[in-house]
Structures are given as structure tokens and as C-alpha cells.
């Protein structure tokens, strides 16, 4: 196959033959002698026809066999060639630098010493990102750059505008062996500005091995000379026109060269670009379609009945746009500058179509005599259809216009067709069900979704049958008089306006603003007006915002601000806005806000250096509910005091509702009074009162908070009560509080804390501390009830080592009689990773005595092994009986050597009851290339059995070069020795 290839590598064939094999032969693995031969000859070649991007594609034919020592011995002349063109020279050394060899170093030391050769930058630049790539494909070629020596003047000049360079980032993980490159490469030419070569090439490094998943190259080859003059130029100065076409690009994915079919798409853009730059023309019409193959595939395999089961899709893919432009009086040559010279007026229509089919199917003895099988057609396509329109004349400043030429701007249909055949002797039947009635199509009513404030609806129709299954999607006008849309701005004699509408449309869309322009000295007003039709509604209104500078301000900016909105509706709807802020002095804001819709709103303001103060006053249906306020903040930064007033009035029927509070905080003596209270015009609602009094230090003192509420009813009053007392070794805290509610006994809780944190045994303990608590509540709740509770925890640290230990106990008693007590002992040795636990509560009639035991084993760095054991036992004091409520053990180990690589398995035994037995085991492993997950319990409880199993097996590696991908889920449930196992497996 790699003779048959070079044969059309020669520099006679057709320019697309000739690229098309070179590619070809890039992907292949190993060169054979016939094709080393005739690429060398396409290297050598002196012919004219033999181009640049040739000669590169020449060197890309040998990237994946580029030890050749014919073809390097070749490559290392053109690289050292300083009459060539400098892309060829750069593509030429990075041929060499997949596999480099001494001569190539030394050429390439020799070419570095022109510190103004834009390849030698390129080289400079390229050494650099090799040897700072983290990319283990990059491993080989880093290891050879070590030998190459670069000027630091290159290094300088890397970073210039116009030079051509080559970048590279990479990230990899070892631990999770992952990582991902990226790099790109530019080439410019000493004679042009432009780039002349650029490429990107994404690579990522999974399972030891990279994947080149996308490379795209794309190269400008200067065209014959285009035979056009522009007006008075002589045809001594045609110029060249330099185009990209399909036969300068390539794709690469997964490193093998794919040819997209752009060659007829290229020509269409050209012939396109010199129609518009050939005269006086007054159109431009483009047309393009570009089919497109997507998938042509046919799979046949063998089956146990000797018939070949057959497997085929075919896939089509048609993309076809249309333009017409039409500039009116004016060359589409002068497009760009007629913009600046008005009258003019341009429209563009642009009609776009997609369209993909695609049909397939599976069958038993494809090919053959007989056949029988499932088929399927699909076909999915999508039309829009607009204009666009820009005009502008002495009176219009700007015209902008979308216009809609069809009633149908854009619909998407898809339809689907499955059926099942049988073929003998070449006929094709489509197989019905026995008793099968006549087909007959089901088609659902059109639903359309209509929005009038852009005149437009969405419309969709789906009809079905048996076997087939359409469906329609449209945006459609929803009057198809409306032409489009139009915005207009229209230079007036006080300002501008801007009108917008839907011209042609039977229903009204239309939004003015009028924008006029006042000054005077020292002030600037803004004044715009606004006007909306929408249908029958009508509706006018005016913003006038007004900005004054007073003459002693040393400040540019306006200081005093105010907004006026008026708004009427054809239905008598009036709104009106007032919003003025004034600066009086220099720390001084004052704010008014009115607002009137059917009733009114007001509000003043006034913020001073430390004083707020704010008024407000709000009707609703001005006969029925009036709303006025005020509030009042000081702060003198010693005492922060405000006051707020609020009244409500309601006149039908008559009454008035008022509500006050006020607070103030006094900082130096550290009290806080708040008060508040609401009254009506025949009575007091209520009355609230909070004062509190905090101590300067708070861990060492008496702070105190009471509050008094008066419903008219009832007085409910209340109060807390904390002195604090530390010192460098005990610690107290009594808290009292009472609560006291109307006509009803009081409620009190106390709460006595201490902490002696005295050391009693210093030769034993680095620390000791004694905990005790004593609280009590008392009160009437159905009855009279009282309740003690006393806690004591003792806890201690050994001397000199991580041990600790607590020791803790509680009793509960409830109207002097004992209800609860309980106790526990903790000790942890974390040197040698035990921690016991034992402890009891009791009560009256039954005792629970538990137990835990846990030891932690370090085997090596980040593996631990966890070993627990735990009981817990009831006894019947009146009956001394005693029952085992639960007992067991779990085993777990951990190992973990990052976070995404680890490993976890626990085996559990508990008897619960001292009949029921439950064993589990459990996995969780987790690699970067393999994850399981693994659990299985079993049950009993006498003779009947519960177990379950589950199972997830999910691993990628690499076995002798190829990739392998497992996927297994495995379930089982079985309930009883009798009972059949229920199962669910699963495995690609």
C-alpha cells in the first residue's frame, strides 16, 4: 500500500493529488524505499511547480518514520539553505528535531549564530518550552535538547512582536499518572506582517500513554496575481491577493490527517471577494452549498445460523447559504466609505438551509437471496430566511431595519421511519402485524405560542403513525402584513428622537423618546420625553432630570440633583415622581422623594455628619388609609439615641393607630434603654420596656438585662442576672433568672458553674480540671414541678505523654425524688492508639452498662489498621436478670496514597438480641485507572436468612499496547435457604 501511495507522489501529478498522497503517507507507520525515494525527489525538485507549502507537506510525510537518513541528509540542506523561505527553513528544523543527531546540533548552532534570523528566534523559542514541558510524550525530545546551546541575545529578541515562536504548556500528575499539553506555533516571513503559518496541537497523557486528540495547521501561499485595477491605477500595479484554501490547511485527529472537502467552498469565497473589489457594481450575490458525508459505514459478521448479520449507516449532510446585498446608488466597492458620507442605503438578505438525512439498519443475511431485518430513515433540516437593512439621509440619522421577506423566518422539521422487511429473491416487503388494520396517520392539532410585544409566534405540528413520526417547528409572524422591525433616530431642532416600530402590522408597536437638550451656566438639564402605543394602549410621559453646580464650589461635579417623572395613560392613569437631593453644606445631604399614583407619597430626608433624620408621609385611595412617620438617629459617639413615630389613619371606619419606639445606648456606661409602645384613639395596645447593664469586663462582673410588657390585660415582667468570677485557676458563673407572667406563679431557673482548674497531682498530670454544675427549675406547668440536675467532669492529661482521660457523672431528680443517673470513663493513649470507653445510666428499674474498646494500628505511612470491639448489656434491678442488647467487632484497614488513590475495606460481626447475627464486608478502592466498590451482608435471624450482595467493577489499563475497558455490575439478593436468589449482572 505504501509503493501504491508514492506513485502518485510525484511532481508531475495534480497539485491536489500530489498534497493528498504526501498526507497519506504521513499516517502511515514506516516508509518503504520506494517512498523515501519519492519524497526526496519532491525535496530536490527545483521546478517551479514544486511550491513552498509542497515542500512542508513534503517534510509532515515523514513525521512518524523521521530517522530516514536519506530524507534528514536532505532536510539538514534545506535548513541550512539561507536563500530559502523562511517558514520552509522553520518546518525543515522541526523535521530534524524529532529525531536529532550531531550533524543536525551542529547545523543548528551554525543557523543560531545570525542573532537576527528570525529562525534562529524560532529555535530559541522552541528549546525553551521543550525543556520546560512537564508532558511525559516530550520526555525523549527534552533529553535531546540538552545538547543544544542557545544565545541569550535569541532569547531576548523570542519576545518581539513579529517573530516567529513556538509555545507550550503542560500540567501532569504523577501520582494520579494524567496530565494534558497544549502548544502552538507561528511563523511570519521577513517580507510580511501577517503570519504567515499557524498551528495548535492538544495532547493528553492517560494510562503511560498520550493521545494526540486535535491539530490543526493553516498556511497563506501567496496566489498568481489577480488581473484587477481599481479606477485611475495603472495595470502595471495589480495586486496579489493572498488566499486560504482547503489545500493549505489540515486537520489531525488522533495524529492522522482527515481532509474536510473545502476546496469548492474556498473557490466560492474568492470568486466572491473579487466580484465585490471588480467595479461599479450596485449587487453581490453569494451562493455556497457544501454536502458534507458524516458517516459511511457497513460492519458484516458471521452468526451460528452461517447467514452474515449485517450492520450499516449512511449519513449526509447539506449546508447551503445564500446573500444578496444591494446598496442602492452607491459601488459595493465604496461600502465601507459611504458610511461617512450619507444619503445611502444598504440591504442584505441572507437565507440559510441545513439539512442532514440519514438512514441505516440491521439484518440477518444482508446481501444474500434472503434477508430479514429493521430499517430506519431519518431526516432532520433547518431554514431562516431575514434581511437586514441600514440607511441614513439628511433628515435620518440612522435607519436601522430587520426585515422579514416570508411569513416562515425560521423552521425545523425532523422526521423519523422505522420498519421492519423481509427480501426474497431481491424483493423488499415491509412486514405488518397479523391482523394489522390500514394505517392511518394521527396528526396533532398545531399549537402556537404568541407574543404580540415582538409580534412573532411559535408554532409546532407532530403527526404519527405505526412506524413513522414527523415533527415541525416554526417562528412565524403572527400578521403577515408586518414587514419587520425599524428603528429610526431623527436628528430635531431641540435634540433627538428615537422612534421604533413594526411597519406594515395592522396592530400598533410603536415607542418614541425625545431627547432635549437645555444648558445654562452652572447647569445642565436632561430632558427626555416618551411615548408608547401598544394596541389600544397609549400611554405619554416626560423625565426631567436637572443638575446645578453652585459658583462657590470649588467641584466639577453637580451638587444638587433633582428628577421629575410625569406619566399619563389614554384611561386617565397618572403617575408623577419627584426626587431632589441638596448638598447645603459641606458633611450635609438633603433628600425628598413625592410620589403620586392615585394617592401620593412623600419622604424627606436629612443626612448631617452624625445625624439621620427622616420624615415620611403615604395615602392610599386618599379616602381610606394614610400612612406618616418619622425617625430620628443621633450619635455623638458616646450615646447613639433614636426616636420613631409612626401613625396610622383610617377613616373608614374612623380610627388612628399609634406606634413609638425609641432607644438609647450609652457606650461609656455601658446601658442600653429601649422602649416602645402603640395606642389607639380609645385605648393603650401596648407598652414594652428592655434595659440592660453590662459589666466592663464581662468574664468578671454582673451584668443584668429586665424587661416589663403591658398589654392592657396583663403585666408580664422578666430578668436575667450572670455574675462572673475568674481567676488564674478557678473559674464560676451564677446565672438567675426569672420570668414572672401575668395572674400566674413565677418562673425561675438558677445555674451554678464552676471550674477548678488547680493541678492535685502534679508528679502524675501536666493537667487537671474539675468541672461542676448545679441547676435548678422551678415553676408550674399543670402542677407544681421542681428539677435538680448536678454534673461533675473530671478531666486529666498524663504527664509528659498524649494521654487523656475524663471521668463524668449526672443524677436527675425531680421534685426531690431521683428519676436518672448515669456515668462515664474515657481514657485514649494516642501513642499507642487504645481508647476505652465504659460507662452506665440508671434509673429506678433498669441498668445499661456499655462498652467500647478501639485500637489503632500505624503499619507504614498511609496505611492504618482500625480494630473495634463494643457491647452493651441491660439488667432488670428488681428482677436481676440480664440481657446482651448488642455486641461485635469491626475491622477496618485504610490505605491512602492520595486523595484519588486509596483503599478501604471493613469486615463487620454484631449479635444483636442474642438471636440475630449480622456479617459485612465492604470495599472501596480507587486508582487513576480502576474503581471497585464492593459490599455483601449477611443476616440471620433463626432459621430465615437475608443477603445481599452488590459489586461495581469499573478499570481501564493497558495490556500489551492496546487499551482495555471493563465495566461490571454485579447484584444478588437471597432471603432464605429456600428462597431462590434474585440476580443482576452486567459486564462490558
Given at each position: 500500500?505504501?509503493?501504491?501511495?508514492?506513485?502518485?507522489?510525484?511532481?508531475?501529478?495534480?497539485?491536489?493529488?500530489?498534497?493528498?498522497?504526501?498526507?497519506?503517507?504521513?499516517?502511515?507507520?514506516?516508509?518503504?524505499?520506494?517512498?523515501?525515494?519519492?519524497?526526496?525527489?519532491?525535496?530536490?525538485?527545483?521546478?517551479?511547480?514544486?511550491?513552498?507549502?509542497?515542500?512542508?507537506?513534503?517534510?509532515?510525510?515523514?513525521?512518524?518514520?523521521?530517522?530516514?537518513?536519506?530524507?534528514?541528509?536532505?532536510?539538514?540542506?534545506?535548513?541550512?539553505?539561507?536563500?530559502?523561505?523562511?517558514?520552509?527553513?522553520?518546518?525543515?528544523?522541526?523535521?530534524?528535531?524529532?529525531?536529532?543527531?550531531?550533524?543536525?546540533?551542529?547545523?543548528?548552532?551554525?543557523?543560531?549564530?545570525?542573532?537576527?534570523?528570525?529562525?534562529?528566534?524560532?529555535?530559541?523559542?522552541?528549546?525553551?518550552?521543550?525543556?520546560?514541558?512537564?508532558?511525559?510524550?516530550?520526555?525523549?525530545?527534552?533529553?535531546?535538547?540538552?545538547?543544544?546551546?542557545?544565545?541569550?541575545?535569541?532569547?531576548?529578541?523570542?519576545?518581539?512582536?513579529?517573530?516567529?515562536?513556538?509555545?507550550?504548556?503542560?500540567?501532569?500528575?504523577?501520582?494520579?499518572?494524567?496530565?494534558?499539553?497544549?502548544?502552538?506555533?507561528i511563523i511570519y516571513t521577513s517580507e510580511k506582517m501577517k503570519p504567515e503559518f499557524f498551528s495548535i496541537n492538544a495532547t493528553i497523557d492517560l494510562y503511560g500513554r498520550s493521545f494526540n486528540l486535535l491539530e490543526i495547521g493553516l498556511s497563506r501561499r501567496h496566489m498568481m496575481p489577480n488581473q484587477m485595477q481599481q479606477g485611475e491605477m495603472p495595470s502595471s500595479l495589480w495586486f496579489g491577493n493572498d488566499v486560504l484554501g482547503a489545500k493549505d490547511t489540515y486537520y489531525r485527529i488522533f495524529g492522522t490527517t482527515i481532509g474536510l472537502g473545502l476546496e469548492s467552498l474556498k473557490d466560492t469565497v474568492q470568486t466572491s471577494i473579487m466580484q465585490i473589489m471588480s467595479g461599479e457594481n450596485h449587487s453581490w450575490n453569494f451562493n455556497a452549498i457544501e454536502p458534507m458525508t458524516?458517516?459511511?459505514?457497513?460492519?458484516?459478521?458471521?452468526?451460528?445460523?452461517?447467514?452474515?448479520?449485517?450492520?450499516?449507516?449512511?449519513?449526509?449532510?447539506?449546508?447551503?447559504?445564500?446573500?444578496?446585498?444591494?446598496?442602492?446608488?452607491?459601488?459595493?466597492?465604496?461600502?465601507?466609505?459611504?458610511?461617512?458620507?450619507?444619503?445611502?442605503?444598504?440591504?442584505?438578505?441572507?437565507?440559510?438551509?441545513?439539512?442532514?438525512?440519514?438512514?441505516?439498519?440491521?439484518?440477518?443475511?444482508?446481501?444474500?437471496?434472503?434477508?430479514?431485518?429493521?430499517?430506519?430513515?431519518?431526516?432532520?433540516?433547518?431554514?431562516?430566511?431575514?434581511?437586514?437593512?441600514?440607511?441614513?439621509?439628511?433628515?435620518?440619522?440612522?435607519?436601522?431595519?430587520?426585515?422579514?421577506?416570508?411569513?416562515?423566518?425560521?423552521?425545523?422539521?425532523?422526521?423519523?421511519?422505522?420498519?421492519?422487511?423481509?427480501?426474497?429473491?431481491?424483493?423488499?416487503?415491509?412486514?405488518?402485524?397479523?391482523?394489522?388494520?390500514?394505517?392511518?396517520?394521527?396528526?396533532?392539532?398545531?399549537?402556537?405560542?404568541?407574543?404580540?410585544?415582538?409580534?412573532?409566534?411559535?408554532?409546532?405540528?407532530?403527526?404519527?403513525?405505526?412506524?413513522?413520526?414527523?415533527?415541525?417547528?416554526?417562528?412565524?409572524?403572527?400578521?403577515?402584513?408586518?414587514?419587520?422591525?425599524?428603528?429610526?433616530?431623527?436628528?430635531?431642532?431641540?435634540?433627538?428622537?428615537?422612534?421604533?416600530?413594526?411597519?406594515?402590522?395592522?396592530?400598533?408597536?410603536?415607542?418614541?423618546?425625545?431627547?432635549?437638550?437645555?444648558?445654562?451656566?452652572?447647569?445642565?438639564?436632561?430632558?427626555?420625553?416618551?411615548?408608547?402605543?401598544?394596541?389600544?394602549?397609549?400611554?405619554?410621559?416626560?423625565?426631567?432630570?436637572?443638575?446645578?453646580?453652585?459658583?462657590?464650589?470649588?467641584?466639577?461635579?453637580?451638587?444638587?440633583?433633582?428628577?421629575?417623572?410625569?406619566?399619563?395613560?389614554?384611561?386617565?392613569?397618572?403617575?408623577?415622581?419627584?426626587?431632589?437631593?441638596?448638598?447645603?453644606?459641606?458633611?450635609?445631604?438633603?433628600?425628598?422623594?413625592?410620589?403620586?399614583?392615585?394617592?401620593?407619597?412623600?419622604?424627606?430626608?436629612?443626612?448631617?455628619?452624625?445625624?439621620?433624620?427622616?420624615?415620611?408621609?403615604?395615602?392610599?385611595?386618599?379616602?381610606?388609609?394614610?400612612?406618616?412617620?418619622?425617625?430620628?438617629?443621633?450619635?455623638?459617639?458616646?450615646?447613639?439615641?433614636?426616636?420613631?413615630?409612626?401613625?396610622?389613619?383610617?377613616?373608614?371606619?374612623?380610627?388612628?393607630?399609634?406606634?413609638?419606639?425609641?432607644?438609647?445606648?450609652?457606650?461609656?456606661?455601658?446601658?442600653?434603654?429601649?422602649?416602645?409602645?402603640?395606642?389607639?384613639?380609645?385605648?393603650?395596645?401596648?407598652?414594652?420596656?428592655?434595659?440592660?447593664?453590662?459589666?466592663?469586663?464581662?468574664?468578671?462582673?454582673?451584668?443584668?438585662?429586665?424587661?416589663?410588657?403591658?398589654?392592657?390585660?396583663?403585666?408580664?415582667?422578666?430578668?436575667?442576672?450572670?455574675?462572673?468570677?475568674?481567676?488564674?485557676?478557678?473559674?464560676?458563673?451564677?446565672?438567675?433568672?426569672?420570668?414572672?407572667?401575668?395572674?400566674?406563679?413565677?418562673?425561675?431557673?438558677?445555674?451554678?458553674?464552676?471550674?477548678?482548674?488547680?493541678?492535685?497531682?502534679?508528679?502524675?498530670?501536666?493537667?487537671?480540671?474539675?468541672?461542676?454544675?448545679?441547676?435548678?427549675?422551678?415553676?408550674?406547668?399543670?402542677?407544681?414541678?421542681?428539677?435538680?440536675?448536678?454534673?461533675?467532669?473530671?478531666?486529666?492529661?498524663?504527664?509528659?505523654?498524649?494521654?487523656?482521660?475524663?471521668?463524668?457523672?449526672?443524677?436527675?431528680?425531680?421534685?426531690?425524688?431521683?428519676?436518672?443517673?448515669?456515668?462515664?470513663?474515657?481514657?485514649?493513649?494516642?501513642?499507642?492508639?487504645?481508647?476505652?470507653?465504659?460507662?452506665?445510666?440508671?434509673?429506678?428499674?433498669?441498668?445499661?452498662?456499655?462498652?467500647?474498646?478501639?485500637?489503632?494500628?500505624?503499619?507504614?505511612?498511609?496505611?492504618?489498621?482500625?480494630?473495634?470491639?463494643?457491647?452493651?448489656?441491660?439488667?432488670?434491678?428488681?428482677?436481676?436478670?440480664?440481657?446482651?442488647?448488642?455486641?461485635?467487632?469491626?475491622?477496618?484497614?485504610?490505605?491512602?496514597?492520595?486523595?484519588?488513590?486509596?483503599?478501604?475495606?471493613?469486615?463487620?460481626?454484631?449479635?444483636?438480641?442474642?438471636?440475630?447475627?449480622v456479617d459485612w464486608e465492604q470495599l472501596i478502592l480507587l486508582h487513576s485507572n480502576e474503581f471497585k466498590l464492593f459490599q455483601e451482608m449477611k443476616e440471620f435471624i433463626g432459621k430465615k436468612t437475608h443477603y445481599t450482595k452488590f459489586m461495581l467493577d469499573i478499570s481501564a489499563k493497558v495490556i500489551e499496547e492496546k487499551q482495555k475497558l471493563k465495566f461490571e455490575i454485579l447484584t444478588k439478593q437471597q432471603l432464605s435457604p429456600t428462597c431462590p436468589a434474585s440476580n443482576f449482572n452486567f459486564t462490558l
Amino acid at each position: 500500500m505504501v509503493n501504491a501511495i508514492s506513485a502518485y507522489a510525484k511532481v508531475d501529478s495534480m497539485d491536489e493529488i500530489l498534497i493528498a498522497s504526501l498526507h497519506a503517507l504521513g499516517n502511515l507507520d514506516s516508509l518503504t524505499s520506494t517512498a523515501v525515494e519519492a519524497i526526496d525527489a519532491i525535496l530536490m525538485s527545483t521546478t517551479e511547480k514544486v511550491l513552498n507549502w509542497t515542500v512542508i507537506t513534503a517534510f509532515e510525510a515523514m513525521r512518524r518514520d523521521s530517522c530516514q537518513a536519506t530524507l534528514k541528509k536532505t532536510v539538514r540542506n534545506i535548513f541550512a539553505d539561507t536563500k530559502r523561505n523562511d517558514q520552509v527553513r522553520i518546518h525543515a528544523y522541526l523535521s530534524l528535531s524529532k529525531c536529532l543527531d550531531n550533524l543536525d546540533i551542529q547545523a543548528i548552532h551554525d543557523t543560531m549564530k545570525d542573532t537576527k534570523s528570525s529562525v534562529g528566534v524560532f529555535i530559541a523559542s522552541h528549546v525553551g518550552s521543550i525543556r520546560g514541558s512537564w508532558s511525559p510524550s516530550k520526555l525523549q525530545l527534552n533529553t535531546s535538547m540538552d545538547n543544544i546551546q542557545v544565545s541569550v541575545n535569541l532569547k531576548t529578541l523570542d519576545k518581539s512582536l513579529q517573530s516567529s515562536y513556538f509555545v507550550e504548556y503542560s500540567a501532569f500528575n504523577s501520582n494520579e499518572n494524567y496530565g494534558v499539553s497544549g502548544e502552538a506555533t507561528i511563523i511570519y516571513t521577513s517580507e510580511k506582517m501577517k503570519p504567515e503559518f499557524f498551528s495548535i496541537n492538544a495532547t493528553i497523557d492517560l494510562y503511560g500513554r498520550s493521545f494526540n486528540l486535535l491539530e490543526i495547521g493553516l498556511s497563506r501561499r501567496h496566489m498568481m496575481p489577480n488581473q484587477m485595477q481599481q479606477g485611475e491605477m495603472p495595470s502595471s500595479l495589480w495586486f496579489g491577493n493572498d488566499v486560504l484554501g482547503a489545500k493549505d490547511t489540515y486537520y489531525r485527529i488522533f495524529g492522522t490527517t482527515i481532509g474536510l472537502g473545502l476546496e469548492s467552498l474556498k473557490d466560492t469565497v474568492q470568486t466572491s471577494i473579487m466580484q465585490i473589489m471588480s467595479g461599479e457594481n450596485h449587487s453581490w450575490n453569494f451562493n455556497a452549498i457544501e454536502p458534507m458525508t458524516l458517516a459511511d459505514e457497513e460492519l458484516t459478521f458471521p452468526s451460528l445460523m452461517g447467514l452474515p448479520y449485517t450492520y450499516d449507516l449512511h449519513a449526509v449532510e447539506f449546508d447551503t447559504v445564500k446573500l444578496l446585498l444591494l446598496s442602492g446608488k452607491t459601488p459595493i466597492n465604496e461600502i465601507f466609505e459611504s458610511f461617512f458620507k450619507p444619503p445611502f442605503n444598504y440591504k442584505l438578505n441572507i437565507e440559510t438551509d441545513y439539512e442532514v438525512e440519514a438512514k441505516g439498519g440491521i439484518s440477518l443475511g444482508g446481501n444474500t437471496p434472503i434477508a430479514i431485518g429493521t430499517r430506519f430513515n431519518a431526516n432532520m433540516n433547518n431554514r431562516v430566511e431575514f434581511g437586514v437593512e441600514v440607511g441614513s439621509n439628511a433628515t435620518v440619522l440612522a435607519d436601522f431595519r430587520i426585515n422579514f421577506p416570508s411569513n416562515v423566518i425560521e423552521s425545523t422539521g425532523i422526521n423519523a421511519n422505522l420498519f421492519h422487511y423481509h427480501e426474497a429473491q431481491g424483493v423488499s416487503i415491509r412486514l405488518k402485524k397479523k391482523g394489522q388494520a390500514v394505517e392511518t396517520k394521527k396528526k396533532f392539532n398545531p399549537t402556537c405560542v404568541k407574543c404580540q410585544l415582538t409580534g412573532l409566534q411559535k408554532c409546532s405540528l407532530v403527526v404519527s403513525e405505526q412506524h413513522l413520526w414527523e415533527s415541525k417547528c416554526t417562528l412565524e409572524k403572527i400578521d403577515p402584513k408586518m414587514e419587520g422591525y425599524e428603528l429610526q433616530i431623527i436628528n430635531t431642532a431641540t435634540g433627538y428622537e428615537m422612534v421604533a416600530t413594526t411597519p406594515g402590522s395592522d396592530f400598533r408597536r410603536e415607542f418614541k423618546l425625545n431627547y432635549i437638550i437645555g444648558n445654562a451656566e452652572k447647569s445642565e438639564n436632561i430632558d427626555i420625553g416618551y411615548e408608547v402605543k401598544f394596541g389600544k394602549l397609549v400611554e405619554q410621559g416626560r423625565v426631567v432630570v436637572g443638575m446645578k453646580t453652585p459658583t462657590t464650589s470649588p467641584s466639577f461635579l453637580p451638587s444638587d440633583y433633582s428628577v421629575t417623572l410625569d406619566r399619563k395613560t389614554n384611561s386617565n392613569f397618572a403617575k408623577s415622581l419627584k426626587f431632589e437631593i441638596k448638598q447645603p453644606k459641606e458633611n450635609d445631604i438633603e433628600l425628598k422623594i413625592d410620589v403620586s399614583r392615585l394617592g401620593s407619597f412623600a419622604t424627606n430626608c436629612t443626612f448631617e455628619a452624625r445625624h439621620i433624620h427622616v420624615d415620611f408621609d403615604m395615602s392610599f385611595l386618599p379616602d381610606q388609609l394614610q400612612v406618616n412617620g418619622m425617625c430620628d438617629v443621633r450619635d455623638d459617639e458616646k450615646e447613639i439615641i433614636d426616636k420613631c413615630k409612626l401613625a396610622i389613619t383610617h377613616k373608614r371606619p374612623d380610627y388612628k393607630i399609634n406606634m413609638e419606639t425609641s432607644s438609647i445606648l450609652n457606650v461609656p456606661k455601658r446601658t442600653l434603654e429601649f422602649d416602645a409602645s402603640s395606642s389607639s384613639e380609645k385605648r393603650s395596645i401596648f407598652t414594652f420596656n428592655l434595659s440592660s447593664k453590662f459589666a466592663d469586663d464581662i468574664m468578671n462582673g454582673r451584668n443584668t438585662v429586665s424587661m416589663r410588657l403591658d398589654n392592657g390585660e396583663g403585666i408580664y415582667t422578666g430578668s436575667i442576672n450572670q455574675t462572673n468570677k475568674m481567676t488564674p485557676e478557678i473559674a464560676t458563673s451564677v446565672l438567675e433568672a426569672e420570668f414572672v407572667p401575668s395572674k400566674s406563679p413565677a418562673f425561675t431557673y438558677t445555674s451554678s458553674m464552676t471550674c477548678d482548674g488547680k493541678l492535685k497531682e502534679p508528679s502524675l498530670y501536666d493537667t487537671q480540671a474539675l468541672l461542676s454544675v448545679q441547676s435548678k427549675f422551678k415553676g408550674v406547668i399543670l402542677a407544681p414541678i421542681e428539677i435538680d440536675v448536678t454534673k461533675e467532669v473530671d478531666y486529666r492529661k498524663v504527664k509528659g505523654k498524649f494521654d487523656y482521660g475524663w471521668t463524668g457523672s449526672s443524677n436527675i431528680s425531680m421534685n426531690k425524688k431521683p428519676i436518672l443517673w448515669s456515668g462515664t470513663t474515657v481514657n485514649l493513649r494516642t501513642e499507642e492508639g487504645i481508647l476505652t470507653a465504659i460507662g452506665y445510666s440508671k434509673d429506678a428499674r433498669f441498668q445499661h452498662d456499655f462498652m467500647s474498646h478501639v485500637l489503632f494500628r500505624q503499619k507504614d505511612v498511609g496505611t492504618q489498621i482500625q480494630n473495634t470491639t463494643f457491647s452493651l448489656k441491660k439488667t432488670d434491678i428488681i428482677e436481676k436478670k440480664v440481657q446482651n442488647i448488642a455486641e461485635g467487632s469491626v475491622n477496618k484497614s485504610l490505605v491512602c496514597r492520595s486523595l484519588l488513590d486509596f483503599e478501604i475495606f471493613e469486615f463487620g460481626h454484631m449479635e444483636i438480641l442474642d438471636r440475630n447475627v449480622v456479617d459485612w464486608e465492604q470495599l472501596i478502592l480507587l486508582h487513576s485507572n480502576e474503581f471497585k466498590l464492593f459490599q455483601e451482608m449477611k443476616e440471620f435471624i433463626g432459621k430465615k436468612t437475608h443477603y445481599t450482595k452488590f459489586m461495581l467493577d469499573i478499570s481501564a489499563k493497558v495490556i500489551e499496547e492496546k487499551q482495555k475497558l471493563k465495566f461490571e455490575i454485579l447484584t444478588k439478593q437471597q432471603l432464605s435457604p429456600t428462597c431462590p436468589a434474585s440476580n443482576f449482572n452486567f459486564t462490558l
